[in-house]
């Protein structure tokens, strides 16, 4: 009789998690230090922060070669390495991003890693967790009502224009009904009636700001640098000329402080912060990194989607401003992505073929390209499904070998830090040789034009950038507002290196366009838009939250 294949909900509900002072004290954290949500889940003060012990701490970023829709399981890699890290002795803590409650009922059901490699409560995780997907949203929100309080006071109008305004309201959850709203209809008592939309609570910028914020002072200053929009004389107008930055700053005075809690293995994971990574910067917040760092030998993160945009966003804009120095990374690849770009069709993913992977393998190759750039040598992983053969196995590491590149199986998924010591072990050496020096794509300072074109050039390989009559208006404000000398945080699919999701595996004399411009001035960064960026999502025909219930208990399935 065949064993029964367990859910991952089921998986974790089996797990006997430890009080969190338990897992806290693995990192030399007494309980005064805790604010304790419960027994399972804990915030962090900002104050064991320390830059000395950051120093002399070691960073690894897991990312991915271009994903299939499914996702190739970065979160389920990162979690299983930090178990076999901790395995073969080495003090690690996992460093991840909070699940949106959009994709968490939409597609993926759950996003808390997978198998025996998952962090747990997992339940709160991806449900509510210490409510700071709330706080976000109440600020952004509150941001909201003060612009439209302002357009209709009479004593205080700023004079804006509501026609410039781009700041949205945003809540956590996929309703493509609310993209485009009109808002302030019914008479005079209810404002002044103007276009406005919904975006979905991880692509807000206070998001983004709440995971480039380095300390609560400079969170105040960054939400008060918020662009709201021009005055009807053409003056700009930021959160801080509305007093809004402290008020923001109050509703996240908690949500800024990191979430402790735990592997099913009893290791500590702290969670922070979730922008996504094909519209924002796709990592955790800079104050989680950095407490990971502080309190650990090791910290093992990981960030959105395929390395082309996570990773470059990480090591581009996140390390940059943080001075953070990443010392390995782990480059996640599967089988069923390697047929995918390789020509397969999705009801084919599972299907054998040494020909489809060896199509398909000039993607990940671009990948460790790209990675190699930076000054990294990249670990590949290889993350196992049942479906993947020998000889498909065999061909990726013989490729990899000839790149000066290890390929290792990681079984993390089925067997948790049983599954993942090999990978463990090749992750330390890349560390301990010392021949990875991180270095920045490109300088900050160097025109917009030029550092856009530097990343697509390098790590998209295209051939050249165009931009539409919008595009240049755009980008004519952005220099207008002085704001020049921000980095890039390119909005783009994450299903291929071009600007055209159709492209796959290693495309070649495509040229990609800019449609248009945005600009997080709070969270420091510009957004090239190529395509059309989806800020809020819709769900599928079939959401996952039609297979999802709650017992008299308060037991939950259908989590995955």
């Known amino acids: 009789m065949s064993k029964k294949v367990l859910s991952d909900i089921e998986i974790a509900q089996q797990c006997e998690m430890k009080h969190i002072e338990e897992i806290a004290a693995k990192i030399n954290l007494s309980p005064d230090d805790l604010e304790l949500y419960g027994k399972y889940k804990a915030k962090i003060p900002l104050r064991l922060i320390d830059e000395d012990k950051i120093k002399n701490s070691h960073l690894v970023l897991v ?36 699940p949106s409650l959009g994709p968490v009922f939409g597609i993926k059901g759950g996003a808390a890693g997978g198998g025996y490699s998952q962090v747990v409560p997992m339940e709160d995780i991806n449900l509510h967790f210490t409510g700071d997907f709330s706080a976000v949203e109440k600020a952004n929100n509150l941001l909201s ?8 006071s009479k004593t205080r109008n700023l004079g804006i224009d509501p026609r410039t305004i781009g ?63 021009l005055t009807f004389d053409k003056k700009p107008i930021y959160a801080r000329d509305l007093n809004a930055e402290n008020a923001m700053a109050i ?24 922008p996504f990574a094909n519209i924002a910067q796709g990592t955790n917040t800079i104050i989680a990194t950095k407490a990971g760092l502080s309190l650990s030998d090791f910290v093992v993160t990981e960030a959105g989607f395929g390395a082309d945009l996570g990773a470059e966003k990480f090591l581009d804009i996140k390390c940059v401003s943080a001075g953070l120095k990443p010392e390995a990374v782990v480059l996640v690849a599967t089988i069923r992505a390697l047929r995918h770009h390789g020509g ?52 990726i ?4 070998i000839e790149m000066g590149v290890n390929a290792i199986v990681a079984e993390g998924w089925a067997n948790g830090g049983n599954g993942m010591e090999e990978l463990a072990r090749a992750v330390v050496n890349e560390v301990e040789s010392g021949k990875n020096n991180f270095t920045q794509l490109y300088n900050w300072e160097l025109p917009i034009k030029d550092k856009i074109e530097t990343i697509a050039q390098e790590i998209y390989g295209a ?17 207008n507002l002085g704001l020049n000398a921000l980095p890039i945080c390119m909005a783009k699919t994450q299903k291929s290196f071009s600007d055209n999701d159709k492209m796959l595996a290693r495309p070649a004399n495509f040229r990609i ?21 989806m800020r809020m999502p819709g769900l599928p025909a079939t959401p996952a939250s039609e297979g999802m219930s709650i017992d008299k208990n308060g037991k939950i399935s259908g989590l995955s």
């Open 63 to 98: 990312t991915a070669m271009t994903p299939t829709p499914a996702g190739e399981g970065k979160t389920t890699t990162s979690i299983g390495l930090t178990e076999g890290m901790n395995k073969i002795g080495k003090r690690t803590t996992v460093v991840l991003r909070e």
């Open 145 to 152: 009502a003060l612009i439209d309080n302002n357009i209709q």
């Open 167 to 229: 700041w949205k309201r945003v809540m956590d959850m996929n309703d493509r009904a609310l993209r485009d709203i009109t808002i302030g209809l019914g008479g005079t008592a209810n404002g002044i009636p103007r276009q406005d939309g919904f975006n979905i609570t991880p692509a807000s910028e206070v998001m983004a700001i709440l995971c480039m914020a380095e300390n609560f002072e400079d969170l105040k200053t960054r939400l008060g640098s918020i662009y709201v929009g």
């Open 251 to 274: 509703l996240l005075k908690d949500a800024i402080m990191p979430n402790l809690v735990q592997t099913m293995e009893g290791n500590p994971a702290i969670i922070h912060g979730g």
């Open 344 to 395: 397969a069709p999705k009801e084919e993913y599972n299907t054998a073929s040494i020909e489809r992977v060896e199509a398909g393998f000039p993607n990940l190759q671009k990948h460790i390209e790209n990675i190699k750039k930076f000054g990294l040598n990249p670990v590949v992983a290889i993350n196992a499904f049942p479906t993947d053969t020998e000889e498909e196995i065999e061909l």
């Open 397 to 400: 590491q013989s490729k990899c």
């Open 463 to 479: 051939v050249g950038v165009d931009y539409s009559k919008q595009a240049l208006t755009d980008l004519a404000k952005i220099n």
């Open 513 to 533: 366009t800019v449609r248009e411009f945005e600009f997080a001035a709070g969270a420091g960064f510009i957004i090239p838009i190529l395509g059309k960026m």
